[in-house]
Nanobody
Framework: QLLLVESGGGLVQAGGSLRLACAAS????????MGWFRQASGKEREFVAA????????DYADSVKGRFTISRDNAKNTVYLHMNSLKPEDTDVYYC?????????????????WGQGTQVTVSS
């Protein structure tokens, strides 16, 4: 069983930055593609970013391209989401997810394990 725990969320002013971390335990992350998603209350979970198991390929939602960067450190069993130039519309609960494949996906249904989420609030 793979356990994922997110951290790094909080309250930040518009234009600010945050770094989210997703620490894994139970299994090594180096055979999993990883993704970050976000969800507001009453809305569907939305794709944010994903990274291949090797870290050599990434994908981003259009809304975050150029502002967010996903990275991973397999030696530390951790995946990161660096968020810059934050906007109020980035306010959401952010979730990391692991997919038992070397290839990532932008569909939440493709992922096998999920963290509990971390709240990000961007004030205007």
């Amino acid at each position: 069983q793979l356990l994922l725990v997110e951290s790094g969320g909080g309250l930040v002013q518009a234009g600010g930055s945050l770094r989210l971390a997703c620490a894994a335990s139970g299994r090594a992350l180096n055979t999993y593609a990883m993704g970050w998603f976000r969800q507001a209350s009453g809305k569907e979970r939305e794709f944010v970013a994903a990274i291949r198991w090797s870290g050599t390929s990434t994908d981003y939602a259009d809304s975050v391209k150029g502002r967010f960067t996903i990275s991973r450190d397999n030696a530390k069993n951790t995946v990161y989401l660096h968020m810059n130039s934050l906007k109020p519309e980035d306010t959401d609960v952010y979730y990391c997810a692991a997919r038992g494949s070397v290839f990532y996906s932008d569909s939440p249904a493709a992922y096998d394990y999920w963290g509990q989420g971390t709240q990000v609030t961007v004030s205007s």
